[in-house]
């Protein structure tokens, strides 16, 4: 009859709910059959998985170290001897990017020394290709200590070696022999400068972008004024004009400031 609603009977009903209830099964069915899969790591196409390796030297191409994957060692944990936590899984050589050398300067020398620690993980280049970037977690933090293999030169920069996580001096290798660049206030360069670093002076350093620089302001000494190294100690050379006394002549002498 025209303007009435029809109702579907009980079985009708049932019959539906019937068909339903069978395809949400084949639904979790097929489901079940799908193996585990996780959200995919941005650029990489693969779940991100964090590993720990240890530097042991540059590689090719600026900001990339050659590394040991790392593993943590059981026996150690509760340790309270000194003895270090981590192992060589290997000695299986891994190209490492160091995401804080992304973009070295030009005159690039590496910011990290052999035993940093680095945390790590893959990266799909432009080329579909899996590489490792990470971050330095332990030294390699761009701030660090270093000790000078030279007395202040006739220039900006001074030579040093850095002190591994020990800390024990880098005498050979990555960490050795880099130049440290000094701001010099009033001049270019350190041997006329204050303060006066002889050889063997343990300094604070840090690197940007490839680029080691000293934390320490420098001042250039004004010579005009009489003031000199010497010694390697700041020296004012006073005016050696003779004055006359009646227990006899006095010169003046060259008086070192402490």
């Given at each position: 009859?025209?303007?009435?609603?029809?109702?579907?009977?009980?079985?009708?009903?049932?019959?539906?709910?019937?068909?339903?209830?069978?395809?949400?099964?084949?639904?979790?069915?097929?489901?079940?059959?799908?193996?585990?899969?996780?959200?995919?790591?941005?650029?990489?196409?693969?779940?991100?998985?964090?590993?720990?390796?240890?530097?042991?030297?540059?590689?090719?191409?600026?900001?990339?170290?050659?590394c040991y994957?790392?593993?943590?060692?059981?026996?150690?944990?509760?340790?309270?001897?000194?003895?270090?936590?981590?192992?060589?899984?290997?000695?299986?050589?891994?190209?490492?990017?160091?995401?804080?050398?992304?973009?070295?300067?030009?005159?690039?020398?590496?910011?990290?020394?052999?035993?940093?620690?680095?945390?790590?993980?893959?990266?799909?280049?432009?080329?579909?290709?899996?590489?490792?970037?990470?971050?330095?977690?332990?030294?390699?933090?761009?701030?660090?200590?270093?000790?000078?293999?030279?007395?202040s030169p006739?220039?900006?920069?001074?030579?040093?070696?850095?002190?591994?996580?020990?800390?024990?001096?880098?005498?050979?290798?990555?960490?050795?022999?880099?130049?440290?660049?000094?701001?010099?206030?009033?001049?270019?360069?350190?041997?006329?400068?204050?303060?006066?670093?002889?050889?063997?002076?343990?300094?604070?350093?840090?690197?940007?972008?490839?680029?080691?620089?000293?934390?320490?302001?420098?001042?250039?000494?004004?010579?005009?004024?009489?003031?000199?190294?010497?010694?390697?100690?700041?020296?004012?050379?006073?005016?050696?004009?003779?004055?006359?006394?009646?227990?006899?002549?006095?010169?003046?002498?060259?008086?070192?400031?402490?």
């Amino acid at each position: 009859m025209s303007g009435t609603t029809t109702t579907p009977s009980l079985k009708v009903v049932a019959r539906q709910l019937e068909k339903l209830q069978s395809e949400i099964e084949q639904i979790k069915a097929e489901q079940n059959k799908q193996p585990l899969r996780h959200p995919p790591a941005s650029g990489g196409g693969m779940g991100t998985v964090i590993k720990i390796f240890e530097v042991q030297s540059a590689a090719t191409g600026d900001g990339i170290y050659n590394c040991y994957e790392q593993t943590l060692d059981a026996t150690e944990w509760e340790d309270t001897a000194g003895n270090p936590k981590f192992d060589d899984k290997d000695t299986t050589e891994v190209e490492i990017l160091n995401l804080g050398e992304f973009d070295p300067r030009s005159g690039y020398t590496p910011a990290l020394a052999k035993y940093d620690f680095i945390a790590a993980w893959k990266k799909k280049d432009d080329e579909d290709e899996s590489r490792w970037v990470g971050i330095p977690i332990i030294s390699g933090s761009m701030v660090r200590g270093a000790i000078t293999t030279e007395a202040s030169p006739a220039s900006d920069h001074i030579t040093c070696n850095l002190y591994n996580p020990t800390p024990v001096e880098i005498t050979s290798g990555l960490g050795s022999g880099i130049e440290v660049y000094c701001r010099i206030t009033g001049g270019s360069a350190l041997n006329v400068a204050i303060p006066y670093l002889p050889d063997n002076t343990p300094i604070t350093v840090y690197c940007i972008q490839g680029k080691w620089w000293c934390d320490t302001n420098f001042q250039t000494i004004d010579t005009s004024k009489g003031l000199e190294i010497s010694n390697n100690k700041l020296a004012v050379k006073l005016d050696t004009t003779e004055m006359q006394f009646e227990s006899g002549k006095i010169s003046t002498k060259l008086y070192e400031c402490p």
